[in-house]
């Protein structure tokens, strides 16, 4: 053990510090594989007051402080960086959930606690936690709330930031800030607690929050419909929006090419015919038992097949069938890294409007300036959200792809910005896009959000190396 690993298991216990090189590897590297960095020690505090601790620590010897959920973001966000010592401060013990108040439709839970672990707590009270995403068996709510995650119900529920109601943050000194409060309306003051939702660890570490519930739905319906062309996403879009308003619960898109190398990865047919070069999953749902939701959208799904809006569709004739539609969705991203070990993958959003004309753009872009990459398209439409990479359809040398990928995620964080859109939706800066963010954001911008830094961690040991350069 080192002088950062005895003083730290000294002062939380022998417990609390990973020191078997085997199990420390996980923490070291993050879930794309792409970033990886050392730290000093890998901690694992118990509960609030030994993170207070440890931070406290770290504080009094320089010494920064990388916050670990499930470690399952895309841009680096939670991966140790080169320069001062860190360490890495896993909150995965953070376990307990200390209160669900159906009456109230509130859950207050530690930041450990896996987001699958918060929907089952709350659906055995008749409640919903509606956060819905791929990783939510391994995710935990504190890296939901640091990287203000979205996931596929966006369109009706909004971001995490809508979910969070209050939080409990030990701030960069090692001191608890504690505002746990189950209230819609407080007024009485600054809200601070938007401070450390979506900053990434940068300014405190989320231990605790109290989260929103809703009504669980009574009915839900899912299509899958495959189109034609990239305009036709957004006439199927507003028919279903104007239809059902906010019980409009998932819009997602995927290219044909997406969907049938998901299916393959499963190993299972189509589940509609025809090789439609766009696809779209929607999701209805209502609180309502006495709806026909499913005689409704077929209702508004013939309307659009008759205005030549659709090229086919298939409604979920049972809550099974609805679920491996949505498996085929979520399979995506790991069907993509199992058959492109080359890949590059981004994370951004347009406004909804300008969809159509950015995907043209898009592929316009890579075909005539970089032949030798694929695009794996796929995102949430409701919210203008895209998840775009680049792939390889066959290995080319290592040298030639990094140059090829330095350019086109250069080229196309341009096109979005022109677009008026943003370089990360969901997963934040992190590592991965520290350096366009430089680039594109206004000074004044950055200015500002360096001015909240210095007032909050003057010593830069808050995530070191993330959003903020030279941190």
Excluded at 191 to 209: C, N, P, Q, R, S
Excluded at 266 to 276: F, N, S
Aim: proline letters at 4%; a negative charge; hydrophobic letters at 45%.
């Amino acid at each position: 053990m080192n002088h950062t690993e005895i003083s730290l298991a000294t002062l939380l216990g022998a417990d609390a510090v990973v020191t078997d090189a085997s199990i420390r590897e996980r923490y070291l590297l993050d879930w794309t594989r792409t970033f990886s960095g050392h730290a000093e020690a890998i901690v694992r505090p118990a509960c609030t007051e030994d993170v207070a601790r440890c931070v406290a620590w770290c504080a009094q010897h320089g010494v920064g402080v990388v916050p670990q959920g499930g470690n399952t973001g895309l841009a680096g966000g939670a991966t140790p960086t080169g320069g001062r010592p860190q360490i890495v401060l896993s909150l995965e013990r953070l376990k307990k959930i200390r209160a669900l108040d159906a009456v109230s439709n509130t859950i207050t839970v530690e930041a450990g606690v896996v987001l699958h672990e918060v929907q089952e707590a709350a659906a055995d009270k008749g409640r919903l936690f509606p956060l819905s995403l791929g990783a939510e068996g391994s995710c935990q709510v504190g890296g939901c709330i640091a990287s203000n995650a979205g996931g596929t119900a966006v369109v009706r529920y909004g971001n995490m930031r809508e979910l969070v109601l209050g939080l409990e943050v030990v701030l960069p000194d090692g001191s608890i800030w504690t505002r746990l409060k189950a209230l819609r309306k407080d007024n009485a003051g600054f809200d601070l607690k938007h401070l450390f939702i979506g900053t990434e660890g940068t300014l405190g570490i989320v231990t605790a929050a109290t989260l929103r519930l809703l009504p669980r739905p009574r009915q839900k319906v899912v299509a899958l419909v495959t189109l034609p062309e990239p305009e036709a996403i957004l006439d199927l879009f507003v028919r279903v929006r104007d239809a059902f308003d906010a019980g409009l619960t998932g819009f997602e898109f995927m290219t044909g090419s997406s969907l049938r190398l998901a299916c393959a990865h499963l190993q299972r047919p189509a589940p509609i015919g025809g090789e439609g070069a766009y696809a779209v999953l929607v999701e209805i749902t209502s609180p309502h038992a006495g709806e026909s939701l499913e005689e409704e959208l077929l209702h508004c799904l013939t309307a659009a097949s008759d205005a030549g809006v659709l090229s086919d569709a298939v409604i979920a004739s049972s809550e099974q069938q609805a679920e491996t539609l949505w498996t085929i969705r979520e399979a995506i991203p790991e069907a993509m890294l199992r058959a492109h070990p080359q890949f590059s993958a981004h994370d951004v959003s347009v406004p909804i409007s300008s969809i159509p004309l950015f995907m043209r753009e898009l592929d316009a872009l890579v075909a005539t300036r970089w032949p030798s990459l694929a695009t794996v398209l796929f995102g949430h439409v409701g919210d203008g959200n895209l998840h775009l990479n680049f792939v390889t359809s066959v290995p080319i040398d290592s040298t030639d792809f990094a140059r090829a990928k330095a350019e086109a995620t250069e080229s196309v964080y341009r096109l979005v910005n022109d677009f008026a859109g943003s370089i990360s939706a969901e997963h934040g800066i992190g590592i991965g896009k520290l350096d366009m963010f430089q680039k594109l954001e206004s000074p004044a911008q950055l200015e500002l959000m360096r001015r909240v830094k210095d007032a909050l961690d003057a010593q830069g040991l808050m995530n070191p190396g993330k959003i903020f350069a030279n941190a």
